[in-house]
């Protein structure tokens, strides 16, 4: 089964400043992984999609994400922080008919 | 979201009193989840379903049931409610045949049990 591990429970950086979240996953074979963003109160939006058409992923918001096998890493970034961007963001992988979330990662933006 | 809603959007019940929570899609997507989420965990599998009358557990499945006797509903019971069992609960759906589709979820069910 496919499980992801995020690195850091809790980011916080200055509006306007690069934004990076961690991610790594295990898997036996190739993966499939998603980036999803939860404002407060709110439900999960998908950011962007790993299905190994490019290692670049682009999604929306300005994010993007890169798949590097050999780190066994997903990372998600942004180049400039906005205050919107404060959320709770989660790593899945799938590689069968389940979706498995890494434990989120709390994003605070400082003004 | 669109295509898929969660009923109650919230609910207080006492321990030991049965819970259904309901998913519905317009869809007509072949797979649905259940999914609670809790801090510092993210969110965990509970059930799932891959057709009417065909489903399966997940990892944290102990103290729920699930049933889906049409395409479009898909129903989580507490048969028995705990306060272990306060969370907040998210059906997902998933277009598609391969594991590469993305998943879309509901807006959610804050159950608290007291």
């Known amino acids: 089964a496919q499980s992801v591990t995020q690195l850091d429970s809790h980011v916080s950086v200055s509006e306007g400043t690069p934004v990076l979240l961690r991610c790594n996953y295990s898997s036996s074979y190739s993966p499939s992984l998603f980036w999803y963003v939860q404002h407060p109160n709110k439900g999960l939006q998908l950011l962007l999609k790993y299905t190994s058409a490019a290692t670049l992923v682009k999604g929306i918001n300005g994010f993007e994400a890169e798949f590097k096998k050999s780190e066994t890493s997903f990372h998600l970034t942004k180049p400039s922080a906005h205050m919107s961007d404060a959320a709770e963001y989660f790593c899945a992988g799938s590689n069968d008919y389940k979706l498995s979330f890494g434990a989120g990662t709390t994003v605070t933006v400082r003004a | 979201d669109a295509g898929i809603t969660q009923s109650p959007r919230h609910k207080v019940t006492e321990t030991g009193t049965p819970v259904t929570l309901r998913c519905h899609q317009t869809?007509?997507?072949?797979?649905m989840y259940w999914y609670r989420q809790d801090p510092g965990h993210g969110l965990r599998l509970i059930h799932y379903?891959?057709?009417?009358?065909?489903?399966d557990k997940g990892e944290v499945s102990d103290g729920y049931s699930v049933s889906r006797s049409k395409t479009e509903d898909f129903l989580l019971t507490l048969e028995s409610a705990t306060s272990s069992q306060t969370s907040v609960y998210f059906c997902?759906?998933?277009?598609?045949?391969?594991?590469?589709?993305?998943?879309?979820f509901g807006s959610g069910t804050r159950l608290t049990v007291v």
């Open positions: 997902a759906i998933r277009p598609g045949q391969g594991a590469v589709d993305g998943y879309t």
């Open positions: 379903s891959y057709g009417v009358k065909d489903t």
């Open positions: 869809e007509n997507h072949r797979y």
